[in-house]
């Protein structure tokens, strides 16, 4: 079994700016991935990572990626099934097709998307039901659909559905939607979009495709697609085995040098409780989570008497 100073669990902007940070390091390296990228491959425009003044999720993960292997840490495209703890200072990682040794974890691991769980919602997916306007929204050109949620995401992914839509709504429960002020005044300007607040979708109904919503409230709306944004849960699982504290909505509590309460164990990016997420905090919480793992092994490989990779 190959043995490596740290394993990173997770391979987006989070993930692959702290390995490039921990090559530079001199930690030898693995970054596991289940979405090498991560999700912000799926989004349109990316407008906030300094240095770049426009640049699509996509491509902005290529240049990360690039940036990784130019260190020479290999990205391995894998669900990792499991961690295991094996004495005071190792752990094991495993995925389907292999495992792997580390004196150091860092999770990385990011969010899922939330369900609206409704009627309708499982039936129709990818039949007008979606969780990607970057990946479906060329599909529905000249037709209606709605963005469920009333966040920053959920604004960006009207804001590009208009592109191809001839009418977006945006669904939202509260009083008023409530993205980056920057994105709302796009939203404002749009006339293709058109903002529905206090409603709550209570089912998807269709045919062979989505049809349109009914309310809880009452009434419904047609509509051809349907694009759910209504947040996200952080995939804590694995560190929660290893006895790394949560808080209640179940994201890594991190101090400011990304440490979680179990040694030589660190947390970045959306997986933890910070209250601004975007990809350049996660980066930072990466690549401070690298000289934490830096600091750690040199802090504790010889009291422990570590046995050399």
């Given amino acids: 079994m190959e043995k490596y100073d740290l394993i990173i669990i997770g391979a987006g902007s989070a993930g692959l700016p702290a390995a490039v940070y921990a090559a530079r390091f001199r930690l030898k390296t693995l970054v596991i991935g289940e979405i090498v990228g991560g999700t912000i491959i799926n989004t349109h425009i990316v407008e906030n990572w300094p240095g770049v003044v426009s640049i699509t999720g996509w491509d902005l993960m290529e240049t990360l990626k690039a940036h990784v292997k130019a260190n020479e840490v290999q990205i391995v495209d894998a669900k990792v099934t499991d961690v295991e703890r094996k004495g005071k200072l190792r752990f094991i990682v495993r ?14 691991t990011g969010t899922a998307r939330k369900r609206l769980d409704v009627p309708g919602e499982k039936e129709f997916e990818n039949k007008g039901v979606s969780y990607c306007a970057v990946c479906d929204g060329a599909f529905f050109k000249n037709k209606v659909v709605g963005v469920v949620g009333g966040s920053d995401s959920a604004a960006k992914e009207a804001l590009f559905l208009s592109e191809h839509a001839s009418k977006v709504y945006i669904i939202y429960r509260g009083d008023k939607i409530r993205p980056e002020p920057i994105n709302g005044e796009r939203v404002q300007r749009a006339k293709k979009i058109e903002v529905i607040t206090k409603k709550n979708v209570s089912e998807i109904f269709g045919e062979k495709s989505v049809k349109g919503v009914k309310f809880r409230e009452g009434g ?64 930072a919480e990466g690549v401070i989570a690298a000289f934490s793992a830096y600091e750690f092994i040199n802090n504790n490989s010889a009291s422990l008497g570590l046995e050399q990779n």
């Fill in 220 to 283: 419904s709306l047609a509509m051809d697609g349907v694009f759910i944004e209504i947040g996200a849960t952080p995939n804590s699982e694995l560190a929660k085995k290893l006895g790394v504290k949560v808080n209640k909505i179940e994201e890594i509590i991190i101090d400011e040098s990304s440490k979680t309460n179990v040694g030589g164990i660190f947390a970045a990016g959306d997986v933890c409780n910070r209250h601004f997420k975007q990809a350049i905090t996660g980066a």
């Fill in 95 to 108: 995925t389907k097709a292999k495992d792997y040794s580390a004196r150091t974890i860092l999770f990385a």
